[in-house]
């Protein structure tokens, strides 16, 4: 049975659930899934675990997140992004100091209120089916933390090259989970008083797996199997590390508690070995586990 992460780069057009269809056909196995939904228009990295690594992705998604992105200035969708349609249009007054203070205010930690059409759950229900149904969704705000919101270069809208009057920016962000592009893109336009919305979105990175290392999904259906990354590197790579003996390992299955290790926040447990035990995380001068991949029985 396979146990491990593919790290994915998700091709335009195709949604997270399309991706996972995919590798189950590849992979022969229904146990996969996803950490950390893309929308259809955004590509880059997408992570998925196969067998027990499905108990990573909770974690995973937990995780920074870097993205590059165009915003275009002048417009308002009724997604936030270029998949939806214009409700308004205004001239756009967005020069240098202007547009660098309105970006400077929204770096940092900020409260964001996501899309209406996100993934959020209102009373059991995706945000975007309520919309869908004719619903008037208002999301309430959430904090969030953009490490980095940086402006690459402004491009004109019609050619894409380069103009420093351009109304499209071309942007990076580093971000904590649950941030929305778009909705930095929304709120970016709104400040600006000319409105804006997401043109393009690249996920270049997930914690440490980068785009960089990800496979498009022609490579990955060559590669099958080979291209699923070990459970204990997968967890090696994302987790601080923490090497225990027989006897501890022992404990870790049967869940009995190990003292703490001084490790700040989740960990990964190996056995002697190298396998990858459990993820856990010191609290009150005990390990407590968050995840137990092999359990005793």
Do not use: N
Request: glycine share 10%; net charge neutral; hydrophobic share 45%.
């Amino acid at each position: 049975m396979l146990d491990g992460l593919v790290v994915l780069d998700k091709p335009q057009g195709w949604t997270s659930h399309d991706v996972v269809a995919r590798a189950r056909r590849v992979l022969r196995t229904r146990k996969i899934g996803h950490a950390g939904t893309l929308d259809p228009m955004a590509t880059g990295v997408l992570l998925l675990g196969v067998g027990r690594a499905t108990k990573l992705l909770g974690h995973l998604a937990l995780t920074s997140k870097e993205y590059e992105a165009v915003i275009r200035l002048g417009a308002t969708t009724i997604t936030d992004d270029a998949e939806g349609e214009v409700v308004d249009e205004r001239p756009v007054d967005a020069p240098p100091e202007k547009l660098a203070a309105a970006v400077a205010a929204l770096t940092g930690d900020i409260d964001q209120v996501p899309s209406s059409v996100s993934a959020v759950k209102v009373d059991g229900k995706r945000a975007y089916a309520r919309v869908r149904a004719g619903e008037d969704v208002v999301l309430a705000a959430r904090r969030v933390t953009v490490s980095a919101f940086e402006l690459r270069g402004r491009l004109d809208r019609a050619t894409g090259a380069p103009d420093p009057a351009g109304t499209d920016l071309a942007v990076r962000v580093a971000c904590s989970s649950g941030t929305y592009i778009r909705a930095l893109a929304r709120d970016l336009g709104a400040a600006l008083g000319c409105g804006g919305h997401l043109t393009a979105l690249r996920r270049t990175s997930v914690g440490p797996f980068a785009v960089t290392e990800a496979l498009d999904m022609d490579a990955f259906a060559e590669r099958a199997a080979a291209a699923v990354r070990p459970l204990a590197d997968a967890v090696a790579t994302a987790f601080p590390s923490r090497r225990v003996d027989d006897a501890q390992a022992a404990a870790v299955a049967h869940g009995r508690r190990l003292p703490a290790a001084g490790i700040s926040g989740p960990y990964g447990v190996f056995a002697a070995d190298g396998a990858a035990l459990a993820l856990a995380e010191d609290h009150a001068g005990e390990c407590r586990y968050l995840v137990v991949f092999a359990p005793a029985g």
